[in-house]
C-alpha cells in the first residue's frame, strides 16, 4: 500500500527510527537487481533517505550510474520500502551528516576516509506498519 508521503503516521516515523537494518536494490547494467544489506537514515521534512558507504562499493559505483533505487526495511509483518533517485556525494558537509544521523539510529561509524553518502530523494513510500491500539 502506498503511503501518503506528506501525512505519514507516527508509527511509520518512528518505525523509520527504530534500529533495524535494510536492503538497498540498485540495478546493474544488464537491468539485474543488486541488493545490499545497510543501515540507513530517513528524514521526513526533506524526504530524504541516507546510506553510508565506500567509494568504492558496488552499491555506490551502481547507484551513481543508475539513480532510481529501493530501501526495504523489514521486521516480522511489518514493512517499508522506500524508492526514489539517488546521488552519491563525496561532499565533505553532506557525508558528515550522514554520518551522524546513522551514528544517531544505530551506532557511530568507524573511521572510512573513503567514505559517501548514498543521498536518495524519496518519492514513493509502500508498506505495512501496525497501528498502535
Known sequence: MALDLDALATEVQS????????????????GSPHVSPVGFTYD????????????????????????????CQVDGGQWLTLEGRATVSSDPNEVAEAVARYADRYRVPRENPLRVAIVIQVDRIMGRVALAS
Open 15 to 30: 518505525f523509520l527510527t527504530v534500529r533495524h537494518l535494510a536492503t538497498l536494490t540498485v540495478l546493474r547494467a544488464d
Open 44 to 71: 521526513v521534512g526533506t524526504r530524504t533517505a541516507r546510506v553510508i558507504t565506500s567509494a568504492g562499493a558496488r552499491k555506490a559505483i551502481l547507484a551513481a550510474a543508475d539513480s532510481r533505487v529501493s530501501i
